[in-house]
């Protein structure tokens, strides 16, 4: 009688578990950011991106459409990737490969976006339902068919579309492209007040008003990714910091004290109709 109490008891148990795992909102995204698939350097920068939770904070689900503005070289792709890849779906926004212009930012950007297109191809088998579309303002704005993603991000782009006079336009397209009661989710470099964009810091109230004027809620904010040693003031801009330490071994330990940028991390939403 009690061996049967208490397999009956550990199958309840079982099942309890299995239900919750079965219903959890964030499933396999630790396994993800814990994955021997993500390049050891990438690893090395969780310490100042802490992606899981700012996901987490986000509300991107494994079952979401994520579209992901400008993704560079695949830093945040190497997660969201694999973390969509089964019942999800992750899109990539990235350059004009065959820009109509030709100068040094368009050569520049179209071999960034030919070499992110290529590692794509190449760990295809991580990627299931992926996808490719190009954004690159103002000439390619469209990221997809009107109300069909969950999740829009971007990580630290901002300045580059705020330079560019881009910035509305970039928020329009979000907004257009995101279900009702879709999350845009903002992560960029914070700046002090009265900084020039070309310093790669943005004001944070200004994102927010602008995020607003293009139609979004700010449903909540986060402190995830601050860091108050970033006193936001150097030669060459945030570029200064790692990762890039643009001044090379000039104070070097310094900048590598400070570590990356502090970044505000916001959170908005398309309202419902």
Known sequence: MRTRIAIACALVTGLMGFSAQAHEPFQGLKQAVESDFRQAKNVERDVYRHPQATLEFLQVKATDTVIELWPGGGWYAEILGPYLAK???YIAASFDTEPSEDNRRTRY???????????????KAQFK???VTTFDPPSHLKLGDNGSADVVLTFRNLH??????????????AYRVLKAGGTFGVIE??????MDSKTGYMDQQEMIDAAINAGFVLAETSEVNANAKDMKAYP???WTLPPTLAMGEEDKAKYLAIGESDRMTLKFVKPMK
């Open 236 to 238: 060459k801009g945030v």
């Open 87 to 89: 019942n999800g779906r």
């Open 160 to 173: 580059n579309w705020a330079m560019g006079g881009q910035l509305d336009a970039v928020f329009g397209s």
């Open 129 to 131: 339902g992926a996808a």
């Open 189 to 194: 470099h914070r700046a002090n007040p009265g």
């Open 109 to 123: 950007r179209a071999k960034v976006g030919k070499k992110f297109e290529a590692w794509l191809e190449q760990n």
